[in-house]
């Protein structure tokens, strides 16, 4: 058999870019070991920017079950365990979905299914080979062994990746031996939770709050009290001797004992679903060699892995690694691609890692134990009174400071960012532009009154989405900046350019047709 793309790994990751991919035309074939999707809890929920991306692509609404759109954090939220007052931002770029990593699955597997892309379940892959045209993989079932042929394999399967391994892709970084987390679902006393802000009140210790991880001289802890699973505790000690026995809930109301320094009453949940019971040591940062190898690629966990803390990081980056790269591997597939548009799937997204990678050290050392750290810890609340040291915190940890280069002619400050949240009117009423980009394809949304940049791109509607509308609602401004007036939207909501100007002249429409020439290929004719 031959197929176009192979997704080895059916986690939340591979199946993102299989959606990706069949919105944009390709059908691609999932490959995953297992036989049923893990019912062992992972990640948590999904933070900060990707919340928004799942919005832009009306996945937001099946994993919430309502047709509310993300709403940001503008109350509080934690960097390091110190906390970040939002209330000082005009805009928080802080949004969060409690969901679980199993619903995530679900929801995504059921929506590729949809899309038509084929999903093969207890089929492990064992060999990999390579040629100039394309990839030869041997792959394993209960009823034997069979080879597929495939022009492009995305390796989505994980720290332990079998694809990246095949492939003889490196995976450099560091091993780190000092931090010990437990963690486990639990009851707890119901009238510990405050009906009003939903945190554990410690009795000998005080609140703390939801969600949010919480340091002391000794350690960490936090509180998920997730929907439809009961309550998950968690801490981080350091220089733990590793016990030889399984982990247990005395264990982590041990830990607990001594990072908080008062008792917490555990009892074993409820009814038979799997719960969270582990207890891990050390972890590793380390970031794949290359992301690509002639015809093979890595996303997710398959590409880079950070500390001990848990999937959540990994998730929230590996989920935008598929958005970044279905398109391109889909123009590359179908031929259309402009020249290296594949090539900067690894230059945006390793930067991305690289990135995250700051922003896990950092909070590492944040919340050590230690009367150093405290110190620092002291220092770094009092700059936490500046607007300008929150927003850039807060920026940091929802991943909304990631701005791609967008080349010559892209200078306007927003170009390579996120797209806004923007409300239009259009002829068919008003709509939230996040509604508009569901179909994964690039967008040119003209503000102007006389749709000139609309008129500029005409014959390239086959590449694109043009909208001529009105704005009702736009973002905040930074200061001394103006409304946009249009913007050019690549598929994975990243703005190629964007425009200002009320009155615009031939350098504005030339800079838009460079742009759609770049990120969607064939020649523009420039202005006279």
């Known amino acids: 058999m031959s197929v176009d793309v192979v997704v080895v790994g059916a986690g939340p990751t591979g199946l993102m870019l299989a959606c990706e991919l069949a919105l944009s035309g390709v059908r691609p074939l999932v490959l995953e070991q297992r036989d049923e999707p893990s019912p062992h809890p992972k990640a948590n929920g999904l933070l900060g920017q990707v919340v928004r991306v799942m919005d832009h692509r009306g996945l937001h609404e099946r994993l919430t079950r309502s047709p509310e759109p993300p709403v940001p954090n503008s109350a509080y939220f934690m960097f390091g365990g110190l906390g970040l007052n939002l209330s000082l931002l005009p805009q928080s770029p802080v949004y969060t979905l409690p969901v679980t990593q199993q619903e995530i699955e679900r929801v995504l597997e059921e929506r590729a299914v949809e899309l038509g892309a084929q999903i093969r379940r207890g089929h492990e892959l064992v060999g990999l080979a390579q040629d100039e045209d394309g990839v030869t993989l041997s792959v394993v079932t209960a009823k034997g062994r069979y080879d597929l042929r495939a022009r492009w394999a995305v390796g989505a399967d994980g720290a332990h990746s079998v694809t990246r391994k095949l492939a003889g892709i490196g995976f450099p970084g560091v091993h780190h031996d000092r931090m010990t987390v437990r963690s486990a679902h639990v009851m707890l006393p119901p009238d510990w939770v405050d009906p009003g802000t939903g945190a554990l009140t410690v009795p000998g210790y005080g609140p703390v709050p939801p969600f949010l991880p919480h340091r002391t001289e000794h350690g960490g802890f936090s509180y998920a009290p997730l929907p439809g699973q009961p309550p998950l505790l968690s801490t981080t000690e350091w220089d733990q001797p590793e016990p030889d026995e399984p982990m247990t809930l005395a264990e982590l109301a041990g830990s607990i004992r001594r990072v908080l320094g008062a008792e917490v009453p555990l009892r074993q949940p409820e009814g038979a679903d799997p719960h969270v019971l582990r207890r891990m040591t050390g972890g590793h940062t380390r970031v794949a060699a290359r992301y690509a190898d002639r015809r093979v690629l890595l996303i997710g966990d398959a590409a880079h892995v950070f500390g001990a803390t848990g999937g959540g990081p990994g998730l929230n980056l590996g989920l935008q690694d598929a958005v970044n790269l279905g398109w391109k591997l889909a123009a ?197």
């Open 332 to 528: 590359t597939v179908r031929g259309d691609a402009p020249a290296d548009l594949l090539g900067s799937f690894e230059t945006e997204r390793r930067a991305a890692a690289e990135r995250m990678i700051v922003n896990a050290r950092a909070q590492a050392a944040l919340i050590a134990p230690g009367s150093d750290v405290t110190g620092l810890r002291e220092l770094l609340s009092e700059l936490l009174t500046d607007p300008a040291v929150v927003a850039r915190l807060a920026h940091l940890t929802a991943g909304a400071d990631v701005r791609y280069d967008m080349g010559p002619g892209s200078a306007h400050p927003r170009a390579g960012t996120f797209v806004p949240d923007l409300t239009v009117e259009t002829t068919a009423g008003a709509a939230r532009l996040a509604d508009l980009t569901h179909a994964a394809r690039a967008l040119l949304l003209d503000l102007t009154p006389d749709g000139v940049f609309a008129d500029a791109l005409a014959g390239r509607h086959d590449r694109l989405d043009v909208v001529h509308a009105k704005p009702v609602a736009s973002p905040a401004c930074a200061a001394g900046e103006e409304p946009l007036s249009a913007l050019l939207l690549r598929p994975d909501c990243y703005l190629a350019w964007a425009c200002s100007t009320s009155e615009p002249g031939g350098a504005e429409v030339d800079g838009l047709r460079d742009a759609a020439a770049r990120w969607l290929g064939g020649a523009l004719t420039r202005s006279a």
